[in-house]
């Protein structure tokens, strides 16, 4: 199995990025997909995760500026990052979860099984 992260880069505050996964080596129309991230001394944090169009799974500080999709026919997944912050700085992860994984398991990060390598995400001005 392999996840394979992209999009990351600088950006000044107030701009967007749009973060990209492929995965291969498994059903993906069959996981569950996340997207966590670990800033400069702390530890991961999940920003947000989707089973199927309408079923998606946000935390309150990110919600509204970021938005996860997938597209079951490219193994795709992708988070769209609105109105950066510098606090969004950090190395982006996506992961992947059996889609019978409740919600409150994909919250964390032991609630998935398959990692990618992660791409850095710069907020600066």
């Known amino acids: 199995v392999q996840l394979q992260a992209s999009g990351g880069g600088s950006v000044q505050p107030g701009g967007s990025l749009r973060l990209s996964c492929v995965v291969s080596g498994l059903t993906f129309g069959s996981y569950a997909m996340g997207w966590f991230r670990r800033a400069p001394g702390k530890e991961r944090e999940f920003a947000a995760a989707?089973?199927?169009?309408?079923?998606?799974y946000n935390t309150r500080s990110m919600k509204g500026r970021f938005t996860i999709s997938r597209d079951n026919a490219r193994n795709m997944v992708y988070l769209q990052m609105n109105n950066l912050e510098p606090e969004d700085t950090a190395v982006y992860f996506c992961a992947s979860a059996p889609m019978s994984r409740i919600q409150s398991t994909l919250l964390g990060v032991d609630g998935y099984d398959y990692w990618g390598q992660g791409t850095q995400v710069t907020v600066s001005s």
């Open positions: 989707i089973k199927r169009p309408g079923v998606t």
